[in-house]
């Protein structure tokens, strides 16, 4: 198994937080994986993307053109990435961010509405988590076992009390995403 994936958005929407716990929780299942995030000086409401390849052999580059999975936060990175999706991949975009939908009929394309349902919960912080259980809902690249052992290893312990939270919002992500 590899997943080459790209997770595109505005700074400050946890897009390279997502990217650092999905890289993490490879990690912590024994995979082979890479994290390289880009991001303008500008990062918080700039634009901002990281890769992240999950695999189970080694992996010769992290530099990748076409993605198996696209998950995109806002509507220039859906025009950036969407024909950089490979035929037969994945594409997950948050409907509260973008204008013109995705339009391709040679992948799958997922809606998430995400910030709706972090705004429903009444905390904005568990955004990314939803979005990155409704992707391993649809591609379990990694289980939530190994995310929680991410978090663990990922956030601060003065945060660990709110690695509970951060894991419901994985399930509620699952439970959200619709096929377009």
């Known amino acids: ?12 929407q946890g897009v390279l937080s997502m990217g650092k716990i999905l890289a993490y929780s490879g990690l912590m299942e024994d995979k082979e994986v890479t994290w390289m995030p880009a991001y ?7 634009t901002a993307n990281v890769t992240v390849i999950v695999s189970d052999e080694r992996i010769s580059s992290p530099v990748l053109s076409k993605f198996d999975i696209a998950i995109v936060l806002n509507q220039p990175s859906l025009d950036k990435f969407e024909s950089r999706v490979k035929p037969g ?6 409907g509260n961010g973008i204008i013109t939908p995705p339009t391709r009929t040679d992948i799958d394309i997922y809606r998430i509405d995400a910030m709706d ?6 905390n904005t912080k568990v955004f ?3 979005v990155l259980g409704g992707m391993l809902k649809v591609s ?3 289980s ?7 978090l663990f290893k990922t956030l601060p312990e003065r945060h660990h ?5 951060n894991m419901e919002a994985i399930k509620i992500g699952g439970d959200i995403m619709q096929k377009q």
């Open 161 to 165: 009390k709110l690695i509970p939270l």
């Open 128 to 130: 990314n988590m939803i």
């Open 40 to 46: 303008g000086p500008e990062q918080r409401g700039g």
């Open 89 to 94: 991949g994945i594409l997950i975009y948050e």
């Open 1 to 12: 198994m590899k997943k080459e994936i790209i997770i595109s958005g505005f700074g400050g």
């Open 144 to 150: 939530e076992n190994g995310v929680e052992k991410a």
């Open 140 to 142: 379990p690249v990694v």
């Open 117 to 122: 349902k972090a705004a429903e919960l009444k």
